[in-house]
């Protein structure tokens, strides 16, 4: 993700996309023929090069979409890549049940990804740059600053992916079956529940910003999620904790796609540029947050660390009230916003 943008600037949107699928596909053959822990960790590392690549210039895209059409579409393209989440996890368990090797596994997510991206890449779009600005980036090199809004944006999209996290990896079945003292087969639906939800919930949620507002939904979408939250520390049967992930699921669906929206509508700085900035902080607040769980969970208990999600929450509450008043670092003429 720190390269994306560079290599934007020097080789434009597409090809770079193009090489991110490319070399995601390398890394999953790479993988799934490892026969040794140093290969089996060069195919991820290649992976994770790949989807840096290919996961911060997708948003961009979307970004691109809804300036040329003046439309609010971000959600169905997160809601999109939801289900591919949902797919993958279902294609992945059958391949598992059916005790195929690793490298036939890998190849089920391979071929209609290598396929997709053939026939997909020729339709993206690229971003139209200034002519001044690409020939200043050429003779001199510039330090890029970034506006407080787009640094809100960014800490928005941290805390929203720490509390995703915080279901996603492993948190949410662990606690069900430590706290809750659920059975495994119920704790298994926790993020299966909980990525259904925010699935349906995206599919609806460019009308949700078009009749609430985009500065308005945010502040209510952190409040669901500390509801939802509540009631899984609080509840006393799994049933009712999982009614808890629902209800955070809920909220917390729109949060991401309406940032990068509303990102690719920051002045002074490119689409790509800006969607790279908040991949970038959303993914390294992933590198902290789930340790610091961790750790807490093993001196106390993952209940006592699942609080932090609560503050994460508050905090999201509390930023999303101070955007209203940056507006005027967004260039929002002719959008929908009211």
């Known amino acids: 993700m720190f390269f994306s943008s560079r290599l934007v600037r020097l080789l434009k949107d597409r090809p770079t996309i193009a090489a991110g699928a490319s070399l995601s596909t390398i890394g999953l053959v790479i993988a799934g023929c490892a026969n040794s822990f140093a290969s089996l960790v ?7 090069f790949g989807i840096g690549l290919t996961d911060a210039l997708m948003n961009a895209q979307g970004m691109f979409y809804e300036r040329r059409y003046k439309t ?3 959600n169905l393209f997160h809601a999109f890549f939801s289900l591919g989440g949902i797919v993958g996890s279902l294609a992945s368990s059958l391949c598992a049940y059916l005790e195929l090797s690793p490298l036939f596994s890998f190849l089920v997510l391979v071929v209609p990804w290598t396929v997709v991206c053939l026939f997909g890449c ?14 200043s980036s ?3 090199p510039t330090k890029r600053t970034y506006s407080l809004i787009l640094i809100c944006f960014g800490l928005l999209s941290w805390l929203a992916y720490d509390i995703e996290g915080s279901v996603a990896e492993g948190g949410g079945s662990v606690y069900m079956v430590s706290s809750k003292h659920s059975d495994q087969a119920i704790a298994a639906l926790v993020y299966g529940l909980f990525s259904g939800t925010i699935f349906v919930v995206r599919l609806f949620g460019d009308r949700l910003r078009e009749s609430v507002g985009d500065f308005r939904l945010l502040p209510i979408c952190s409040l669901i999620a500390f509801f939802g939250m509540s009631i899984v520390l609080l509840s006393a049967s799994a049933a ?31 689409a790509s540029e800006a969607s790279s900035f908040i991949a970038i902080v959303a993914y390294g607040g992933l590198l902290v947050v789930p340790p610091t769980l961790g750790w807490i969970a ?35 003429s002719g959008s929908l916003e009211p």
């Open 298 to 332: 093993s001196h106390s208990s993952l209940g006592t660390a699942l609080c932090l999600v609560l503050v994460f929450c508050a905090l999201a509450f509390v930023i999303s009230l101070i955007l209203p008043r940056l507006k005027d670092q967004l260039n929002l």
């Open 42 to 48: 060069s195919g991820f590392a290649v992976i994770g």
């Open 72 to 74: 609010r579409s971000m």
């Open 122 to 135: 020729r339709y993206l779009q690229e971003e139209d740059r200034p002519k001044t600005r690409i020939e």
């Open 138 to 140: 050429k003779t001199a």
């Open 240 to 270: 009712s904790a999982l009614c808890g992930y629902i209800i955070m699921g809920l909220g917390l669906a729109p949060v991401v796609p309406t940032i990068f929206s509303l990102a690719g509508k920051c002045k002074e700085i490119t």
